[in-house]
């Protein structure tokens, strides 16, 4: 039974972080009906980009190499990089398509997945980096005392981030005034124009605020797996999360991502070896599969209200 | 603008003046409404011409005039132009691949043709959509709330702001916390409306507020936009399919055919006009006629061509 708890909160833990990548698809499909390919890519971009800027940033300003000043200056250049690559992609990419199909929308992210990376690569180069948060990723000597379960202390951490972020954003959407005009926009966009909310500074705040979601995920994946560009295929991982959730729900987003953390390890661990394992890569996506067939708008998706 | 008391019937091919009915009830009502108009233009819109997609010419030179704290009807049947005439002056056309491509558009003096929605809500004018349009998956009270996003103020001016449209709109206050789109169709029209209120509009452009609703809510509607014009002086420019209603409830009115004002004059004038009656309201002189008897096009083509 304590291994079962072990896998399970091993699940759970690792869940919330593909919650995080699926919250930065959450934001921008909420608010302006884009399904942004380009997560991923952006998730790469901002991990990289700080990683860039802890190595340079040293040379450049006589900093001590892995300080703490170093870190929070990089985390800032870094946030400021995914501010300004959101709003440039609003300004260059979805403006002048704005009223659209979604699928040119969704085509023009694609796209724009391939420009995130190269470009990304093309200033800090290709090959594969460590990131350090300062946090080991070794077993909670407390836990491991008291109930014999193995957590680690990094997942610990990661999920906490991960938490606060969450709680701030919620109460960002649900009580202030730009939250309610985040939200009007998602439900109208043309009833949003004619109470006077300008679509413009909104879409900017949204993909400033994906851009910080992004970095936040970015970071703590690359500490966990090191910045590379398999970094981009996290937002493969969100997927299942997203479909299981609901593409509009940002309590969904992070329900889905606990739901495919907890079952694909318990998948893994209880049903793998009947069918010769690795069975953890797959079982999200059969999942999801499944879940559409019941439920197509996920868990918390928002209900198309129909008065009848 | 015509003089006072007259109806004025515009068309290429006006043959014998059109149709006037300047009978003595309407000289009667020799309102001062024109003249106030001509004192202080306040919203104007000159000879607009709209061109969807670059192609589809939907108004053809379009022109009128909203006094200071009237209510203005405007009317037509579908596709003759109404919504597009206030989306052009909301300029909500933009979203909509729409483009004025000649007249221009004042309020108060300054051209407002090039302004962002944004811009036109802060200087007080607003349009309440067609079809309602509230933010479905929001509580009332959010709509209310996002209403008052082009204003800066504190949180005690905007409880007030709300409590003001819970005055008009009892029924609101009642639904405050309940999903909007899960409110009934008065309800959304009345919160569309609420909703314009908080942005504390000068001018509120009307679009099709009787939509969908039994007579008794929209005359329960009519009597608040009423009230909010008497006693806020918000003037109202009111697209209507509902000709009665609308011009029981307005001082002016225009016609619009096929993208053309083909006809205005003053409320009670129109109202017993003989073609408007005709046409709009279903009514004749002898009463119920045959549609065999009528030569219905030869009338109607006097105010079309």
Same mark, same amino acid.
């Given at each position: 039974?304590?291994?079962?708890?072990?896998?399970?909160?091993?699940?759970?833990?690792?869940?919330?972080?593909? #919650?995080?990548?699926?919250?930065?698809?959450?934001?921008?499909?909420? $608010?302006?009906?884009?399904?942004?390919? #380009?997560?991923?890519?952006?998730?790469?971009?901002?991990?990289? %980009?700080?990683?860039?800027?802890?190595?340079?940033?040293?040379?450049?300003?006589?900093?001590?190499?892995?300080?703490?000043?170093?870190?929070?200056?990089?985390?800032?250049?870094?946030?400021?990089?995914?501010?300004?690559?959101?709003?440039?992609?609003?300004?260059?990419?979805?403006?002048?398509?704005?009223?659209?199909?979604?699928?040119?929308?969704?085509?023009? %992210?694609?796209?724009?997945?391939?420009?995130?990376?190269?470009?990304?690569?093309?200033?800090?180069?290709?090959?594969?980096?460590?990131?350090?948060?300062?946090?080991?990723?070794?077993?909670?000597?407390?836990?491991?005392?008291? #109930?014999?379960?193995?957590?680690?202390?990094?997942?610990?951490?990661?999920? $906490?981030?991960?938490?606060?972020?969450?709680?701030?954003? $919620?109460?960002?959407?649900?009580?202030?005034?730009?939250?309610?005009?985040?939200? $009007?926009?998602?439900?109208?966009?043309?009833?949003?124009?004619?109470?006077?909310?300008?679509?413009?500074?909104?879409?900017?705040?949204?993909?400033?605020?994906?851009?910080?979601?992004?970095?936040?995920?970015?970071?703590?994946?690359?500490?966990?797996?090191?910045?590379?560009?398999?970094? %981009?295929? %996290?937002?493969?991982?969100?997927?299942?999360?997203?479909?299981?959730?609901?593409?509009?729900?940002?309590?969904?987003?992070?329900?889905?991502?606990?739901?495919?953390?907890?079952?694909?390890?318990?998948?893994?661990?209880?049903?793998?070896?009947?069918?010769?394992?690795?069975?953890?890569?797959?079982?999200?996506?059969?999942?999801?599969?499944?879940?559409?067939?019941?439920?197509?708008?996920?868990?918390?998706?928002?209900?198309?209200?129909?008065?009848? | 603008?015509?003089?006072?008391?007259?109806?004025?019937?515009?068309?290429?091919?006006?043959?014998?003046?059109?149709?006037?009915?300047?009978?003595?009830?309407?000289?009667?009502?020799?309102?001062?409404?024109?003249?106030?108009?001509?004192?202080?233009?306040?919203?104007?819109?000159?000879?607009?011409?709209?061109?969807?997609?670059?192609?589809?010419?939907? *108004?053809?030179?379009?022109?009128?005039?909203?006094?200071?704290?009237?209510?203005?009807?405007?009317?037509?049947?579908?596709?003759?132009?109404?919504?597009?005439?206030?989306?052009?002056?909301?300029?909500?056309?933009?979203?909509?691949?729409?483009?004025?491509?000649?007249?221009?558009?004042?309020?108060?003096?300054?051209?407002?043709?090039?302004?962002?929605?944004?811009?036109?809500?802060?200087?007080?004018?607003?349009?309440?959509?067609?079809?309602?349009?509230?933010?479905?998956?929001?509580?009332?009270?959010?709509? *209310?709330?996002?209403?008052?996003?082009?204003?800066?103020?504190?949180?005690?001016?905007?409880?007030?702001?709300?409590?003001?449209?819970?005055?008009?709109?009892?029924?609101?206050?009642?639904?405050?916390?309940?999903?909007?789109?899960?409110?009934?169709?008065?309800?959304?029209?009345?919160?569309?409306?609420?909703?314009?209120?908080?942005?504390?509009?000068?001018?509120?452009?009307?679009?099709?507020?009787?939509?969908?609703?039994?007579?008794?809510?929209?005359?329960?509607?009519?009597?608040?936009?009423?009230?909010?014009?008497?006693?806020?002086?918000?003037?109202?420019?009111?697209?209507?399919?509902?000709?009665?209603?609308?011009?029981?409830?307005?001082?002016?009115?225009?016609?619009?055919?096929?993208?053309?004002?083909?006809?205005?004059?003053?409320?009670?004038?129109?109202?017993?006009?003989?073609?408007?009656?005709?046409?709009?309201?279903?009514?004749?002189?002898?009463?119920?006629?045959?549609? /065999?008897?009528?030569?219905?096009? /030869?009338?109607?083509? /006097?105010?079309?061509?």
């Amino acid at each position: 039974m304590t291994f079962f708890f072990e896998v399970l909160i091993g699940g759970l833990l690792s869940g919330v972080l593909y #919650a995080l990548v699926a919250l930065g698809f959450v934001l921008i499909f909420k $608010a302006s009906g884009v399904f942004n390919f #380009a997560q991923g890519a952006m998730v790469f971009f901002a991990a990289l %980009t700080f990683v860039g800027f802890t190595e340079v940033l040293p040379g450049w300003t006589g900093l001590a190499e892995g300080g703490r000043a170093v870190f929070w200056l990089a985390f800032l250049l870094a946030l400021g990089s995914m501010i300004v690559l959101g709003i440039a992609t609003e300004k260059v990419v979805l403006r002048p398509l704005v009223n659209q199909p979604a699928i040119t929308l969704f085509m023009a %992210t694609i796209g724009l997945t391939f420009l995130v990376e190269g470009i990304a690569q093309g200033i800090w180069g290709t090959s594969v980096r460590g990131l350090d948060l300062g946090i080991q990723d070794e077993p909670i000597m407390w836990v491991l005392d008291r #109930a014999d379960m193995i957590v680690s202390k990094f997942d610990v951490f990661a999920a $906490a981030v991960a938490l606060v972020l969450f709680i701030v954003l $919620a109460l960002l959407f649900q009580y202030t005034r730009v939250g309610r005009a985040l939200r $009007a926009v998602a439900d109208d966009h043309q009833a949003a124009l004619s109470v006077g909310i300008p679509l413009k500074h909104i879409w900017a705040i949204v993909w400033g605020v994906a851009g910080f979601v992004a970095l936040v995920a970015g970071l703590i994946w690359g500490a966990r797996n090191g910045v590379q560009f398999a970094l %981009t295929f %996290t937002a493969l991982k969100a997927l299942p999360v997203l479909i299981l959730g609901g593409f509009t729900s940002v309590p969904g987003a992070i329900l889905g991502g606990l739901i495919i953390g907890a079952s694909e390890k318990l998948a893994e661990v209880y049903v793998g070896p009947f069918v010769g394992g690795g069975i953890e890569s797959w079982f999200p996506y059969i999942l999801a599969l499944l879940f559409l067939l019941v439920r197509p708008e996920g868990l918390f998706g928002e209900k198309h209200i129909d008065r009848v | 603008m015509p003089a006072p008391g007259t109806l004025q019937t515009l068309s290429r091919h006006d043959r014998g003046g059109g149709t006037e009915t300047t009978g003595e009830d309407s000289a009667m009502n020799t309102a001062t409404h024109t003249e106030a108009a001509q004192a202080t233009p306040y919203l104007s819109i000159n000879n607009v011409e709209v061109i969807y997609d670059h192609v589809i010419l939907v *108004l053809k030179g379009v022109s009128l005039q909203v006094p200071k704290g009237g209510i203005v009807a405007l009317l037509g049947a579908n596709g003759a132009g109404k919504s597009t005439t206030l989306k052009s002056i909301s300029n909500l056309l933009r979203a909509e691949r729409g483009d004025v491509t000649k007249g221009s558009i004042e309020f108060k003096g300054t051209r407002i043709d090039q302004l962002t929605p944004n811009d036109l809500v802060r200087r007080g004018v607003i349009q309440v959509m067609e079809g309602r349009h509230c933010f479905a998956h929001l509580t009332i009270e959010e709509n *209310l709330l996002t209403g008052a996003y082009t204003r800066k103020i504190s949180r005690t001016e905007l409880k007030d702001s709300l409590e003001k449209v819970y005055h008009y709109f009892p029924r609101l206050k009642e639904r405050r916390s309940s999903q909007a789109g899960y409110t009934s169709g008065g309800e959304q029209q009345m919160c569309a409306i609420g909703r314009a209120l908080m942005a504390k509009p000068e001018m509120i452009l009307l679009d099709e507020p009787s939509m969908g609703l039994a007579p008794q809510i929209v005359e329960e509607i009519f009597e608040i936009v009423k009230d909010l014009n008497a006693k806020e002086q918000v003037s109202f420019l009111l697209a209507e399919q509902n000709t009665m209603v609308a011009l029981r409830y307005s001082d002016f009115g225009y016609i619009l055919e096929n993208g053309r004002i083909v006809m205005e004059g003053h409320a009670k004038d129109l109202a017993t006009n003989e073609d408007v009656k005709e046409f709009y309201l279903g009514l004749s002189g002898e009463g119920r006629k045959s549609f /065999r008897d009528v030569k219905h096009y /030869r009338r109607r083509k /006097r105010w079309l061509s």
